[in-house]
């Protein structure tokens, strides 16, 4: 079974840029989430998608952070405008609807400069 | 979800037992105890959960405490691959299915 597939990889960008972060859970998975993971912190959930509708997104900056997973599949996490308190690793991962355990990508490391 | 406490960092010697405790004193009767580890440069990955029995995997053991208050994730035989942070969630059976991390304990294992 392929686990959930996060690109880029790696990222950096100036300060006030836009990045975009992408998200293809395991197949037939129907909950996603989206974790920030700064450096020495455990991760900290962003935002929960049921198929395509939102969970919670109470801990979403919705100032400059977006998230979207429109056919319910893929999902894209947006950055507009990055701070400098930004630069952490972002983690997707997805559950099957009835499943205890969360996979989780190897996520998309990005550095705010 | 109920906040758990963790040792910040425990070391190892390689093919030794290693026990990882976690107190989680305000646990309710809905609360699953879940542990997952994160290897360096990867995401979390799932190890093993419970309720109240003590469970058992091809990765490790979860002894769970009578009164429910604290657990021990216990690895056989340490490897260097076991080498990770390791984190101790509660999470409410009954509502949510997210994971809130703590700090977790970063293990140590010497050759």
């Known amino acids: 079974e392929a686990g959930v597939a996060q690109s880029p990889r790696y990222k950096i960008i100036e300060k006030r840029q836009s990045v975009a972060f992408w998200c293809n859970p395991i197949s037939g998975h129907a909950t996603l989430y989206w974790y920030q993971q700064i450096l020495g912190q455990g991760p900290k959930l962003l935002i929960q998608?049921?198929?395509?509708?939102?969970?919670?997104d109470s801990q979403l900056p919705k100032d400059r952070f977006s998230a979207e997973r429109l056919k319910g599949v893929d999902s894209t996490l947006k950055i507009q405008p990055a701070k400098l308190e930004d630069s952490a690793v972002y983690l997707c991962?997805?559950?099957?609807?009835?499943?205890?355990?969360?996979?989780f990508g190897e996520g998309s490391w990005l550095t705010v400069v | 979800d109920a906040k758990t406490t963790q040792p910040n960092s425990m070391e190892s010697n390689e093919e030794e037992p290693v026990h990882l405790p976690c107190n989680h004193s305000?646990?309710?009767?809905?609360?699953?105890i879940h542990w997952y580890r994160q290897l360096p440069s990867q995401g979390p990955e799932y190890v093993i959960h419970?309720?109240?029995s003590n469970v058992n995997n091809r990765m490790a053991s979860l002894a769970i405490a009578e009164d429910r208050k604290s657990s021990t994730l216990i690895l056989h035989r340490a490897t260097l691959r076991d080498a990770a942070v390791y984190y101790c969630?509660?999470?409410?059976?009954?509502?949510?299915?997210?994971?809130?991390f703590g700090g977790g304990t970063r293990l140590m294992v010497k050759p």
């Open positions: 969630i509660l999470r409410d059976g009954n509502a949510g299915n997210m994971l809130t």
């Open positions: 998608f049921q198929n395509n509708g939102v969970v919670d």
């Open positions: 419970g309720l109240t």
């Open positions: 305000t646990i309710s009767g809905t609360d699953y």
């Open positions: 991962a997805s559950r099957r609807e009835t499943g205890n355990t969360i996979y």
